[in-house]
């Protein structure tokens, strides 16, 4: 099993988080990897993470977005948390993605799609400074829900 260090730039807040999972399928497009919640319990409203619970990651080398298939240990899929992001860097065993605080969470049955932190987003000034930026992460989060409408992989599996 070869582990691998996940980093979650986060520029809009100022971190990085850094954990590690491991990895299960890659391509030139996309890695999956297994990552565990081991934080604790987190009560997102329309969500709860538990510790323990299994974060099927699937980051991409040309996509603007990352998807995570979560799911309670062993047991039933709680939803999709994608996060729209820059396109992953792939470096060794290091996988780096830059978060741009949008978000779209997919609720089990795909018909509940929740767009988050659009404020977050629009703060970060992309629209001005960055306007190519600004237009990708808005078609991926359309693309993303068009994905899961149309249950195209990995909102396929339940």
């Not at 039933?76 to 992953?88: E, I």
């Not at 860097?89 to 978000?103: A, K, M, R, V």
């Not at 969470?105 to 629009?122: G, H, I, K, S």
Request: charged share 25%; net charge negative; hydrophobic share 40%.
């Amino acid at each position: 099993m070869t582990q691998l260090t996940i980093q979650l730039v986060k520029p809009g807040k100022g971190h990085t988080i850094t954990y590690h999972g491991e990895l299960l399928r890659a391509d030139d497009e996309c890695v999956l990897v297994l990552a565990h919640w081991e934080r604790p319990r987190l009560d997102l409203g329309y969500v709860v993470f538990e510790p323990g619970d299994e974060f099927y990651e699937y980051y991409y080398t040309r996509r603007w977005f990352n998807i995570f298939a979560i799911r309670a240990p062993g047991g039933p899929l709680k939803g999709w948390y994608c996060n729209v992001t820059r396109p992953a860097e792939i470096e060794g065993s290091t996988i780096t993605s830059e978060d741009l605080e949008l978000d779209l969470f997919v609720a089990p049955d795909r018909t509940t799609m929740l767009r988050l932190d659009l404020d977050e987003f629009e703060a970060r000034g992309f629209a001005a400074a960055e306007p190519d930026t600004h237009a990708a992460a808005l078609a991926a989060l359309d693309e993303l829900e068009q994905m899961a409408r149309s249950a195209t992989p990995p909102f396929a599996h339940r």
